[in-house]
């Protein structure tokens, strides 16, 4: 999708990230370091924290990264014939800095970008279908929806704008120990009140029509998050973010920056799934107790068990997602918070489209729409249809029109039946299915969010997606919990839950 953009807060900011210093060199060093910290799950939160653990705590602490699936978690590719295509997390917008810097510092490129068109369903024809002209686009959207297609640009960059502080405050060293805090650090009570409240009422308070709301925010809404435009304002926003141009992804695979993490983390892969997480303690020095966490898990030689100084849990804590145990905690930590993730079915499949499914009149030949997305209405099964490119755009590549046989993403709650395909596709040789959890079922007013803290020095990465689930927040999440895991090992609580820091940190520009 290209809904263009004015960018001018991308230079802004990336100076700003460039400008940006850790002023930490003076910890005062009287505590010991950890000697092992555990991190469970190896997604992008989970491979991100390692590499954060690592930059807090020096070389010598013992990392252990344990994956019970494949690294990557979802983020995740497919073959399908000569090429692979992701089937999971896709796109990153061009503000996410963390993501940027990741990659250049493995040193994989950005994937070639090829262009788009989007269009929009209704289940039973294209209701809008973007031009090659930005002009044209403009027009039509002007006299459909007068201003609101512009204003829901600046709504967006107004979120940005604050979203962006969380960079500096990380760059300075500070942390938080709950979602809420972190979101009002960025925003105020303004984020708190998003985030509690569906993106639809969001917006209706902030002047935006219904109409617009149905037709242009909601096929968003559902092709992002499988979910209506009653989702949380803040992940609404992010969501709508996702319409911004510039918007890449990584070159082979988003994948790959979870195994270059690993690997530039120096932390080791421990192929096992952890089935419990008890506390033990022992005593220091001073006399006091210590917690340390015994992680028991079983690999393909069995079950094993190991000591750990902190355990950092990346992967969420919901039911068909984990199933870790906790003993010896008071108050007790349940195996599954409240709330359930949403199921997206990623379905791809080789063939060719039957362009009469959307209702077009238009010649497969000449049809070269890549992004359908789709209104909230009854008639509608799918939540998206895109034409997929490779996670690596070979050299002189064109993306067939849909009269080609090429490679397309459904997105569906549910899987579809033989029935279904046979109406969307006149042929086709191969089909992948992969039915995600894919990110929370968001049904604002919200209930507490779980913590970042789950005991002494047992963090949860994962808590971030009740805010929204993207791999940046992932990763923001991450590198808050290895800060939080160092300051509060070193007690430095100046660092941490601070308030009013957008005030402070502004003099430090
Ligand atoms: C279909 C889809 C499309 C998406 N599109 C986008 C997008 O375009 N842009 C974007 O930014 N985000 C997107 N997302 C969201 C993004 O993919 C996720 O927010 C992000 O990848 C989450 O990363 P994570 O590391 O926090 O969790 P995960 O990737 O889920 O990692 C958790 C890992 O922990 C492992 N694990 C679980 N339990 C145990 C255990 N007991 N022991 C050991 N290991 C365990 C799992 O196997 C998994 O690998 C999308 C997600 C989906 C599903
Ligand atoms: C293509 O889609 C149209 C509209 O849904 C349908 O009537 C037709 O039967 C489909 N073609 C094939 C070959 O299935
Ligand atoms: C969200 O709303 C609920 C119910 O209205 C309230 O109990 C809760 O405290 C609110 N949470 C935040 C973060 O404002």
Known sequence: MTLRTFSLRTLLFLGLWQSGKRSLASAPEQ????????????????????????EEFGPVVKIDVFESGTVGGRLATVKMGDYEYETGGAVIHPLNLHMKQFIEKIGIPQRK????????????????????????????????????????????????DKFMRIYQYQQYGYSFSTVEKLLHAMGGDSFLTLMNQTLEEAMMGDGFSQAFINDIIAPITRVNYGQSVRINGFVGAVSLAGTDSGLWAVDGGNKKVCSGLLYHSKSDLIPAKVSSISMKTRPSKRGSTIPYYELNYVGESGSAHSLY?????????????????????????????PGLYHQTVATLVHGTLNVSYLGTAEAASEFTVSEILTTDSKGCAINSLSSLDPVHIPDGYERPPASHPKVWKVFSSEPL??????????????????????????????????????HNRLYYLNAVEWAASAMEMSVISARNVALLAHHRWHEQTDKIDQEDLHMRLRGEL
């Open 31 to 54: 505590l010991e370091q950890p000697k092992k910290i555990a991190v469970i799950g190896a997604g992008i939160g989970g491979t991100a924290a390692a590499y954060y653990l690592r």
């Open 113 to 160: 970008d090829v262009p788009s068109k989007m269009a929009i369903f209704d289940g039973k024809e294209l209701v809008f279908e973007e031009s090659d002209w930005f002009i044209v686009n403009f027009i039509r959207m002007i006299w459909r929806y007068g201003l609101g297609f512009v204003r829901m640009q600046m709504w967006v960059e107004s979120i940005l």
């Open 417 to 454: 039946t033989p029935k279904q395909l046979q109406q969307m596709f006149l042929s086709y040789d191969s089909v992948s299915e992969t039915p995600w959890l894919a990110y929370p079922s968001y049904r604002p007013p919200h209930r507490k969010t779980p913590p970042f803290v789950l």
């Open 309 to 337: 100084d902190i355990v950092v849990i990346a992967t969420p804590l919901h039911q068909g997602k984990s199933d870790i145990t906790f003993s010896g905690f008071s108050p007790p930590i349940p195996t599954h918070y």
